[in-house]
T-cell receptor
Framework: AQTVTQSQPEMSVQEAETVTLSCTYD???????LFWYKQPPSRQMILVIR??????QNATENRFSVNFQKAAKSFSLKISDSQLGDAAMYFC????????????FGEGTQLTVNP | DSGVTQTPKHLITATGQRVTLRCSPR?????VYWYQQSLDQGLQFLIQ???????AKGNILERFSAQQFPDLHSELNLSSLELGDSALYFC?????????????FGPGTRLTVL
């Protein structure tokens, strides 16, 4: 079974600065999908970014980008020009190509943005 | 707003009781997923339906059951409730339930078992 680990329970960043959230995963599969979801205090789960394992190019969505290291099984999220609205719990998630389309989530990283 | 709706938003009940959580997927989405978020277990996949049929099952207890109706809405039934069932229950939907689909989450139902 696949596992996802987020080793940073909490992180903080100053407004306008850059922060990187870490995620590692364990899998024996060669093709899969990786995601970062954001959960603000409203508790809504919001997709931030996704990465297909077969793509070598790192995904980017505006101020959010990932550093995908397939060999190291590492998938970090970089938030540039941090804004107060970025404060949330961030979850890394894995989706296998087989066994349905379930998402396997990490434990989450609580991000605080300081003004 | 993801377009996925869940009712009720909050539910408070007693141990031993039975509750039903309801989910309406985004317009056009055929697949529905249920997840449980608790302090002990984190975010866990429970079950997936596609066009009325069960497609995948995760860590769903035997006391829990779900179904997807012809109009594509889904219900999660929780029975013989225990204190440990207190959690946030999310429904998500995607177009066809394929691995490349994006799952859009509803706002969740917060269940408190007293």
């Amino acid at each position: 079974a696949q596992t996802v680990t987020q080793s940073q329970p909490e992180m903080s960043v100053q407004e306008a600065e850059t922060v990187t959230l870490s995620c590692t995963y364990d899998t024996s599969e060669s093709d899969y999908y990786l995601f970062w979801y954001k959960q603000p205090p409203s508790r809504q789960m919001i997709l931030v970014i996704r990465q297909e394992a077969y793509k070598q190019q790192n995904a980017t969505e505006n101020r959010f980008s990932v550093n995908f290291q397939k060999a190291a099984k590492s998938f970090s999220l970089k938030i540039s020009d941090s804004q107060l609205g970025d404060a949330a719990m961030y979850f890394c998630a894995y989706r296998s190509l087989g066994g349905g389309s379930r998402l396997t989530f990490g434990e989450g990283t609580q991000l605080t943005v300081n003004p | 707003d993801s377009g996925v709706t869940q009712t009720p938003k909050h539910l408070i009940t007693a141990t031993g009781q039975r509750v039903t959580l309801r989910c309406s997927p985004r317009s056009g989405d055929l697949s529905v997923y249920w997840y449980q978020q608790s302090l002990d277990q984190g975010l866990q996949f429970l079950i997936q339906y596609y066009n009325g049929e069960e497609r995948a099952k995760g860590n769903i207890l035997e006391r829990f059951s779900a179904q997807q109706f012809p109009d594509l809405h889904s219900e999660l039934n929780l029975s013989s409730l225990e204190l440990g069932d207190s959690a946030l229950y999310f429904c998500a939907s995607s177009v066809v339930g394929l691995v490349q689909d994006t799952q859009y989450f509803g706002p969740g139902t917060r269940l408190t078992v007293l």
